[in-house]
């Protein structure tokens, strides 16, 4: 991720550093991006790894995002990251995420300072009111799923939540966090065996597709490239075809700076997604593999 290493104040800033984009095309317009001011009005520590930091919009966004999409959080003078959205309401944005970098170690210690977002970027996951749903996360891909089970939970048309990760440190209260949200439960795999299944969340997905075949459930994942592959292969030989949805280095969020392309797929991550049917994508994950 480029750093970003003077106080952008205002749409215009942004716009020259995506216009110095070699991809960038000048019939962008500025209103498609708009930059909001936010404050940090917590930061709580879920578990060893997880976060969730609470931002209060200063200015109310015109459309309410939709499950699947995500801002880009400014950090002036140090960062500029792509976020999924976790929830929104009351103007308030939930960030859940771990520490990973200078970015987003920056944004867990922004408690009470005010930042900045541009958004909601990306499109929305389409659902299929005939279908139930069956959510996959691995780490902080359980980020795009919160709000998507909690939308999901409220038409009754979610299945289940399966998330994994390292061990039971990692857990922590995020089971707790994610209820609260969601109103629906989440079904805890750890790959040291410490909490809940014992093995990874491909794991268990492989012992549930053959029993998914000719039903109405679909799935939709997030994670890391290595497990959104498995889970698209395994998917493959039963005929299903699940959504995932990517991760990728994010520069612009519009689409201009190339940064997000997958491969020979020609498809933008933060434009055309993020999320994929897998059909779409398997190639280039198996080729990232």
């Given at each position: 991720?480029?750093?970003?290493?003077?106080?952008?104040?205002?749409?215009?800033?942004?716009?020259?550093?995506?216009?110095?984009?070699?991809?960038?095309?000048?019939?962008?317009?500025?209103?498609?991006?708009?930059?909001?001011?936010?404050?940090?009005?917590?930061?709580?520590?879920?578990?060893?790894?997880?976060?969730?930091?609470r931002l209060k919009l200063l200015e109310d966004f015109e459309n309410e995002p939709e499950p699947g999409q995500f801002v880009m959080i400014w950090i002036p003078g140090i960062?500029?990251?792509?976020?999924?959205?976790?929830?929104?309401?009351?103007?308030?944005?939930?960030?859940?995420?771990?520490?990973?970098?200078?970015?987003?170690?920056?944004?867990?210690?922004?408690?009470?300072?005010?930042?900045?977002?541009?958004?909601?970027?990306?499109?929305?996951?389409?659902?299929?009111?005939?279908?139930?749903?069956?959510?996959?996360?691995?780490?902080?891909?359980?980020?795009?799923?919160?709000?998507?089970?909690?939308?999901?939970?409220?038409?009754?048309?979610?299945?289940?939540?399966?998330?994994?990760?390292?061990?039971?440190?990692?857990?922590?209260?995020?089971?707790?966090?994610?209820?609260?949200?969601?109103?629906?439960?989440?079904?805890?795999?750890?790959?040291?065996?410490?909490?809940?299944?014992?093995?990874?969340?491909?794991?268990?997905?492989?012992?549930?597709?053959?029993?998914?075949?000719?039903?109405?459930?679909?799935?939709?994942?997030?994670?890391?490239?290595?497990?959104?592959?498995?889970?698209?292969?395994?998917?493959?030989?039963?005929g299903m075809d699940p959504v995932l949805v990517m991760e990728s280095t994010v520069k612009c969020g519009l689409g201009l700076c190339g940064e997000c392309i997958l491969g020979?797929?020609?498809?933008?991550?933060?434009?055309?997604?993020?999320?994929?049917?897998?059909?779409?994508?398997?190639?280039?994950?198996?080729?990232?593999?």
């Amino acid at each position: 991720m480029s750093k970003i290493t003077e106080d952008l104040k205002s749409d215009k800033t942004l716009f020259r550093y995506i216009s110095s984009s070699p991809f960038h095309v000048n019939s962008v317009s500025l209103k498609r991006y708009t930059i909001r001011h936010v404050r940090v009005t917590d930061v709580v520590q879920l578990s060893r790894r997880y976060l969730v930091a609470r931002l209060k919009l200063l200015e109310d966004f015109e459309n309410e995002p939709e499950p699947g999409q995500f801002v880009m959080i400014w950090i002036p003078g140090i960062d500029y990251i792509p976020m999924s959205i976790a929830d929104y309401r009351g103007s308030e944005l939930l960030i859940f995420f771990k520490v990973r970098g200078e970015g987003t170690r920056a944004l867990a210690n922004s408690k009470d300072k005010i930042l900045a977002v541009a958004g909601p970027l990306g499109k929305p996951i389409n659902l299929n009111n005939e279908s139930r749903y069956l959510l996959i996360g691995g780490g902080t891909g359980l980020a795009p799923l919160i709000k998507l089970a909690k939308k999901l939970y409220s038409m009754n048309l979610l299945e289940n939540v399966i998330w994994g990760t390292r061990s039971a440190d990692d857990v922590g209260i995020v089971p707790e966090f994610f209820k609260e949200v969601t109103g629906s439960e989440l079904m805890v795999c750890t790959e040291d065996c410490t909490m809940g299944y014992c093995g990874k969340a491909t794991d268990l997905v492989a012992e549930l597709i053959p029993k998914l075949k000719d039903s109405s459930i679909e799935i939709i994942a997030a994670g890391p490239n290595d497990m959104l592959a498995s889970i698209a292969l395994m998917s493959s030989k039963y005929g299903m075809d699940p959504v995932l949805v990517m991760e990728s280095t994010v520069k612009c969020g519009l689409g201009l700076c190339g940064e997000c392309i997958l491969g020979e797929t020609g498809l933008s991550l933060c434009k055309d997604g993020p999320a994929f049917k897998a059909s779409k994508v398997i190639n280039y994950l198996l080729n990232k593999k």
